[in-house]
């Protein structure tokens, strides 16, 4: 499931189910990550191989609206804003691509022979770039304010990536100034646990993806339970006003009647409190 919107037109269907989500969404129980598209690094850690210091390749232009998911800057203007400053640095590859056989290959390429892979936002905060660059051993470079990652009770993310701020990023300078200031030992650092982490990225692996998965799923059968019993024993009522209760919770005794306007006007609430709240569940 991708998308706030998603929730809206399939609430009813989904409201009672366990929800594994990809992109941004209101309501989750686990968090997936993509599966990633080029091969995976096989060599060990070093930086001998890696002539470039950032590599991006991958659609340049993306929506041009004001994205739910990034306030500070239009999600989609991002990714041209970033080429605009990267495209004429000497040790930085960044180019436009659209999804095909050959671009893969040149992706692959370029991850395994880079010490660091920008991750921008887009049309949503993350993408299958970020997970191409676990598995490559190229440190990602987060740049995407909201983004929400797999796995976090087990992966610590500062250990396997740098986070920049959006507004920074932007600045003249300030990106690549910054990566040239990290050291070997600290590259070498992020790889290791980058080699660590890898195989929770790994869907064919039995002991990767899937298997962390159902870990994650498992974890959630206690509140499952939780909801059953209070569901149970919920008294049906018929309620003059709309009320929001049964979008924030599987309150599946009550009955309100939602009109699409008013749904929406609850998403932007539920939204802002959601960005400004220290708890994201």
């Known amino acids: 499931m991708s998308g706030p919107q998603c929730i809206v037109q399939g609430w009813d269907r989904v409201k009672n189910g366990v ?8 309501v989750k129980d686990v968090i997936l990550p993509y599966s990633h598209l080029i091969k995976t690094f096989d060599g060990d850690v070093g930086v001998e191989s890696r002539k470039s210091l950032v590599f991006f390749m991958g659609n340049r232009y993306r929506k041009e609206t004001l994205s739910l998911c990034e306030m500070s800057v239009h999600g989609g203007k991002i990714r041209d804003m970033l080429f605009q400053l990267l495209e004429k ?9 659209a999804p095909s056989r050959e671009s893969r290959r040149a992706a692959s390429q370029g991850m395994h022979t880079s010490k660091f892979c920008l991750h921008p936002a887009g049309d949503t905060p993350s993408a299958c770039q ?16 909201y983004i929400e990652l797999p796995f976090e009770d087990v992966i610590e993310y500062r250990k396997i990536a740098v986070f920049v701020d959006t507004n920074s990023a932007v600045k003249p300078g300030y990106l690549v100034k910054s990566l040239r ?44 339970k939780l909801m059953i019993n209070r ?21 599946s005794g009550i009955h309100t009647t939602l009109d699409a306007a008013f749904v929406n006007s609850l998403m ?9 709240s220290p708890w994201k569940l």
Request: proline share 4%.
């Open 19 to 26: 929800l594994l989500v990809s992109e941004f969404s209101l």
């Open 89 to 97: 640095e000497e040790d930085v590859i960044i180019k436009h691509s």
């Open 130 to 145: 970020l997970f191409d660059a676990i598995v490559s051993l190229c440190v990602p470079v987060i740049v995407s304010d």
């Open 181 to 224: 200031g990290v050291s070997t030992e600290r590259i070498l650092e992020f790889q290791q646990e980058l080699k660590k982490a890898k195989q929770y990225f790994e869907y064919e692996d039995v002991n990767g993806t899937v298997n962390e998965i159902w870990r994650q799923v498992s974890l959630k059968v206690p509140l499952i």
């Open 231 to 251: 569901d149970r024993r919920l008294v049906k009522r018929d309620l003059p006003e709309p009320d929001c209760s049964c979008l924030c919770s599987n309150q």
């Open 268 to 276: 932007i609430m539920e939204i802002s409190r959601y960005l400004n």
